[in-house]
C-alpha cells in the first residue's frame, strides 16, 4: 500500500520526477540538462515542463549562455506556488511553522501546550493556531496542501493516533490525525517526530549527501531518524528510531528499564540541569526547561567547572550513541539537531567531535561525518510539513508498479 493514501495525487510520475530535479537545484535547470538527468525525450520533456508551468509550480527563469548555440532557459521552482503547514507536539512548547514548496520555513509560531486532557480543546487549539499562522503569514488558504503533524513515540500509524508518549499524557489514544482533517477540513499525515525530521531534511537535500543517514533528535527526549536510499525508515509500525535504551554509560543513571546509563535519561535535559545544581530536584517542570538550558550554557560559557563536566560527559555519551548506531547501520553520516541540541551545540559539538575517533567500541573505515540539521531547532515541524510535500511531490520507483490492491 502506498503511504499517505488520504493525499490527491500530483501530475504523473515524470511530472513529480522533473519537479523533484528542479526543487533540489537552486539556480534551476534547462531543458537541455533536465533530459540528460532523466533519460526523457526532448518532447516528452517539453510537455513535462509545460504542464508544471500551467500548474504554476515552476518558472521559467533567466536565459544563460554557455558555449555555442542557443542561451537556455532556466527552470525554476516556484516557491511560493504551494504551502504546507508543519506541527510538532512536545512536552514543553507545541510548534506550528508553514514552508513553501522548496521546504524553506515561510511562518513559524510556539505555543506552550493546551493544560487539559480533553481532546476537542486540544484539537480546537491545534487548529486555531495553525490557522492563525496561516493568516499572518498572508498565505492564499487554497495553496495549502495540508498538514503534518509529528509526534512523540509509540504511535498508531494506521489509525493516525498518538498511543502512549510517556512525556504527553493528555494525548493518550488521541485519533490525531481524523480529528485534525474534521477540525481543519484540510488532508493531514501524522509521523513520528524523528521520522519526520529525516523527511524534512531529505526534502532539501540538493546533492543527495543524507541518501543514506542517521538523525540523532536531542529534545526533550532523544530519537533516530535513518535514511536508506533517500527515503525516510519507518520501520513497520511507524516507531523506527527508538535509541532511549541505548548504554552509554554503565556507571550512568538509573534507569526506569533496570539498567544504569541509557541514552534517555543519561542525556535528558533535566538531568544535566540537575547535576550542573540548577534545579534541585529531577522534576523540572517542562515549561522550564528551555530557559533551564539556557542557564547551562550562560555558567558553562562563564566558565563554571560543574556545568563544563556536565556538558563534557553529555557530549561523550551522544558520541558513544552516535558510534553504536554508525556501528549497526553503516551511514557515515549522522544529522544531529533538535531543542536541546540548539541551545547546547556550542558546548557539546567541539567535545563530541573530539570524543568520536577515542569511543573504543567505533569501527567505521572512514572518519563520521557529522553535520547539523537544517532545520535547527524547527526540524520535527518542519519534517512534518515537508511529509505532505514529499507525500504528493516525491517521485519513486515504487509508485511506476501497479498495486495489487
Ligand atoms: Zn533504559
Known sequence: MKRGSNMPAVGTYNQTLVLDMIRRSPSGLSRIELAELTGLSAQTLSNVARKLSLAGLILEGDRVVSGPGKPRTMLQLNRRARFAVGIHLDPSIDTFVVVDLSGSIVAHIEAPPEDTDATPDLIAGLAASAHALLRSADVPFDRVLGIGAALPG???????????????????????????????????????DVIAAMVGELWADADHALRDAALLYYGAGVGLGIAHDGD??????GNAGDIGHLIVDPSGPPCQ??????????VAPERLLFDAGITDSLETPWGAVPAGLDELRTRAQGGDARALAVCARAAESLARAIVLVNNMLDTGTVVIGGPAWSRLSELLEPPLRAALPTIPQITTTRPLRLVEARLGTDLAAAGAACLVLDSMFTARASDLMISAS
Request: charged content about 20%.
Open 154 to 192: 509509540p504511535i498508531d500509524d494506521a489509525a493516525g493516533m498518538v498511543l502512549t508518549p510517556p512525556l504527553l499524557p493528555n494525548w493518550h489514544h488521541t485519533r490525531v490525525r481524523d480529528l485534525l482533517i474534521e477540525s481543519t477540513e484540510l488532508p493531514v499525515v501524522v509521523e513520528k
Open 257 to 266: 528499564c533496570g539498567m544504569r546509563g541509557c541514552l534517555g535519561v543519561t
Open 232 to 237: 525516510a525508515v519507518r520501520g513497520r509500525t
